[in-house]
C-alpha cells in the first residue's frame, strides 16, 4: 500500500500496535519521527520543548506495520510543561513499546534519572535508544546509562541515520504478538478537515469537544498548538481527520521565530484539506489578520465554513445579533463572501455537533457531478435568459461546457476566442452555475478553452 507521508496516518491505522518515544527536551525525538515516517511532519527546532502535543505516523514494511507518537519533552515546571507531560503520560498509558531516547553527547542529566524511574514502573517492553552518537572521533556514550537496568540499548543518530534499522528490527522483534498487518479493507478515505485561524481563537478547544476528550493542549498562552495535529472520529458513519493547526498571525511578527515553521505547516494543512474551517474569535471580530486567513482557505478552493466561536461570551443577544455580526464579518472576508457562517461555542458546546453535519452537506455538494448534457441545456438556457457580459465591446460565445473535477467542481467552457474571459464575465457565469446546481458556499473552478 502506498502512503502519503504528508498525511502520516490513515484510516484503521489506530488499530496498529503503538509505539511512544518518550525522553527529556531536545534529546531528538522529533528528529526520529521524521526519520521513521520518512515526513517532515515533526517541528525540529534546536530550542526545547517544540513538541507540545502528541503527533502520530505509522510505519510500514514488509514485516509489517505499527503507529509511532512523538511526544513532548517529560519535564517539570510551569503549567505549560505540567501540560506536556500529562499528553506524553497519556501516550505512554496508550503504548505498547516505549523507544527511551538519551543524548549520548550530554550524557545522563537528572531529568533522565526520573524518566527512567516512571518508564520502569509502566510494566512495557523499553528499547533505549541513545542519540546523537554520529560516529566522530572520541563520541562514545556514557557507561553510566547501563546503570539505568534496561535489557536492550541502542546506540546511533537519528540525524545520520545510524543504527536506525537496528532499533527497527528491535521494535519488530517486540511486536512479534502484535496484529501488524494493515488491512486494505479498513482504508476508508475519511473527510479531512482543517481547522485554521489565528492564535487563541479556541481551534483546540474545538477539537477537543469534537472528540469528547482531551486531545490537543488548551491554555491561555497564544502559540500553544505548534505542529499539525491529526485526530480521527467517525460520525453519522462518516470518517473524519480533524487537523488542528497553530495559529496564524501576521508574517512580521514571526519572522524568525520558532512560530514562523509552525505557521508554514498550518498553511501547508489547508493544501491537503477536503473542508476548512476559519475559527474567528467573537470577543474580537474586527481583528485584520482574520482576512487575511480567509485569503488562505479562499487559495486552496476547498469548501469553507466559518465558525465565530466565543459566542457566549456575546452579552445582550437578540434575534439579529447573528446576522450583524455575520454582515459585519463578511464585509472583511471578501474572499469567503458565500461561505456559511455556525456561531458556536467550544466552552458550552453550543452548535458544535453541528459543524460536522454541516461539513458532510459542503462536501455532497463540491463532490457531485454534472452530466454535460445537463450542462449544455444549462449554456442554452442561460443564453435565453441571460445577458451575458461584454468587455470593450466584446461579448464571447460559448459553445458547450463540461465538468472535469470535483471538490472543487471544475467546469471547462470552450468559447469562441483565445482571449480570457475578463473578470466580470467570468464571475458572471460561475454564479449561474452556482444558483443552477446549488453549489452555494462551494468554490468553483471555471476553465475557459478555445474550439480546436
Not at 56 to 73: N, P, S
Amino acid at each position: 500500500m502506498i502512503r502519503n507521508h504528508e498525511l502520516l496516518t490513515q484510516s484503521g491505522d489506530e488499530k496498529l500496535p503503538l509505539v511512544a518515544l518518550v525522553g527529556r527536551p531536545n534529546v531528538g525525538k522529533s528528529t526520529l519521527f521524521n526519520r521513521l515516517t520518512r515526513s517532515k511532519r515533526a517541528i525540529i527546532d534546536p530550542n526545547p520543548g517544540m513538541t507540545r502535543d502528541r503527533l502520530y505516523g505509522t510505519i510500514e514494511d514488509d514485516r509489517g506495520a505499527f503507529r509511532i507518537v512523538d511526544t513532548g519533552g517529560l519535564d517539570v515546571g510551569g503549567r505549560m510543561e505540567d501540560m506536556i507531560s500529562e499528553q506524553t503520560k497519556q501516550a505512554i498509558a496508550k503504548a505498547q513499546i516505549i523507544v527511551f531516547m538519551l543524548d549520548g553527547r550530554e550524557g545522563i542529566l537528572a531529568g533522565d534519572e526520573e524518566i527512567a524511574a516512571e518508564l520502569r514502573k509502566c510494566g512495557k517492553p523499553i528499547v533505549v535508544f541513545i542519540n546523537k552518537l554520529d560516529g566522530g572521533t572520541g563520541m562514545k556514550f556514557d557507561t553510566a546509562f547501563y546503570e539505568f537496568g534496561f535489557t536492550t540499548m541502542i546506540e546511533g543518530s537519528a540525524e545520520h541515520r545510524l543504527e536506525i534499522d537496528t532499533l527497527l528490527d528491535e521494535i519488530h522483534k517486540e511486536l512479534e504478538n502484535f496484529d501488524t498487518q494493515v488491512r486494505d479493507d479498513q482504508q476508508e478515505h475519511p473527510i479531512r478537515l482543517a481547522i485554521i485561524g489565528r492564535p487563541n481563537a479556541g481551534k483546540s478547544s474545538i477539537v477537543n469537544k469534537l472528540l469528547k476528550e482531551d486531545r490537543v493542549m488548551v491554555s491561555q498562552i497564544a502559540g500553544t498548538t505548534r505542529d499539525p495535529i491529526d485526530s480521527y472520529l467517525t460520525f453519522k458513519d462518516q470518517l473524519f481527520c480533524i487537523v488542528d493547526t497553530a495559529g496564524i498571525r501576521k508574517r512580521g511578527k514571526i519572522e524568525g521565530s520558532q512560530e514562523h515553521l509552525s505557521v508554514m505547516m498550518a498553511k501547508r494543512q489547508v493544501q491537503y484539506a477536503d473542508l476548512i474551517c476559519v475559527v474567528i474569535d467573537a470577543s474580537e471580530p474586527e481583528a485584520v489578520q482574520d482576512a487575511a486567513i480567509a485569503g488562505i482557505a479562499n487559495d486552496a478552493f476547498r469548501p469553507t465554513l466559518i465558525l465565530v466561536n466565543k459566542w457566549d461570551l456575546v452579552k445582550d443577544k437578540d434575534t439579529n445579533t447573528a446576522k450583524f455580526f455575520e454582515d459585519r464579518i463578511r464585509r472583511r472576508l471578501k474572499f469567503l463572501e458565500k461561505a456559511p457562517f455556525l456561531f458556536v461555542s467550544a466552552k458550552t458546546g453550543q452548535r458544535i455537533s453541528k459543524i460536522l453535519d454541516l461539513g458532510m452537506d459542503l462536501m455532497a455538494r463540491a463532490n457531485a457531478r454534472v452530466s454535460t448534457g445537463v450542462l449544455n441545456r444549462f449554456v442554452e438556457d442561460m443564453k435565453k435568459n441571460h445577458r451575458f457580459p461584454s468587455h470593450k465591446g466584446y461579448q464571447p460565445k460559448i459553445y458547450y461546457m463540461t465538468q472535469v473535477q470535483t471538490n472543487p467542481p471544475t467546469f471547462v467552457t470552450v468559447i469562441n476566442t483565445r482571449k480570457p474571459l475578463h473578470f466580470s464575465q467570468e464571475r458572471f457565469l460561475t454564479n449561474r452555475i452556482r444558483e443552477a446546481f446549488d453549489l452555494h458556499g462551494i468554490p468553483i473552478k471555471l476553465i475557459a478553452k478555445p474550439r480546436s
